[in-house]
């Protein structure tokens, strides 16, 4: 047995608004990832628009209430879901993309479960330039950001956002439910992802 208070683990966001424990080391986890959250009104869980393939996760809210962000693999429209305090919510390994964020007035604690603990292939809902492969792969490395197709091993690197400068860009959904590329900093919205020449 192995217990924890979550207030004694020191929170590693490193955002404004987002307070994130990771439980799964001090508790010894070892099939599951698990992290506390406490985000406030108009923040969201780390990443945008993404799906594990290799992961199943589980978000479980506790308090307020987190609204999720859904676009099934090779589909154009998604949805958006919102989930309630005693609530949880499960996506599957393979193609269900997803964020989530609090849009409500208060505070929002939820905890997020990952099954395995780490994921090696993360996608997110962009077409490959090559091929038309309907999602790529997230490459991270010490040379940054670089988007992979998982057919045909195109390999496409992020720009900043062309009309700030911020380096992060995010998928979302657009109002009609429609996969876009949003600046986090000053809110530009994109089809595409702007992209460097290769």
Do not use: W
Not at 16 to 30: A, C, K, M, Q, Y
Not at 36 to 59: I, K
Request: hydrophobic content about 35%; proline content about 7%; some cysteine.
């Amino acid at each position: 047995m192995k217990r924890v208070t979550i207030a004694d683990i020191e929170s590693d966001s490193g955002e404004i608004g987002i307070d994130r424990r990771r439980l799964s080391g001090p508790l010894n986890t070892t099939d599951v990832a698990i992290n506390h959250y406490r985000l406030a009104p108009g923040t969201g869980f780390p990443g945008g628009l993404h799906s594990h393939m290799d992961q199943e996760e589980v978000f479980v809210v506790i308090k307020g209430e987190a609204t999720f962000e859904t676009l099934a693999s090779g589909s154009d429209t998604g949805e958006t879901v919102t989930v309630g305090a005693g609530e949880a919510i499960r996506f599957a390994p393979g193609g269900e993309f997803h964020s989530g964020a609090n849009e409500s007035d208060g505070d929002l604690l939820a905890v997020a479960i990952g099954a395995p603990p780490d994921s090696e292939d993360v996608r997110i809902p962009l077409e490959c330039p090559e091929c038309s492969h309907d999602d790529m792969r997230v490459r991270m490395d010490e040379e940054g950001v670089t988007f992979v197709c998982p057919d045909c091993d195109t390999e496409c690197v992020p720009r900043a956002c062309l009309e700030c400068g911020r380096e992060e860009m995010r998928f979302a959904l657009a109002e009609e439910n429609q996969a876009v590329v949003v600046c986090p900093n000053c809110s530009a919205e994109f089809d595409r992802p702007p992209l460097r020449d290769r």
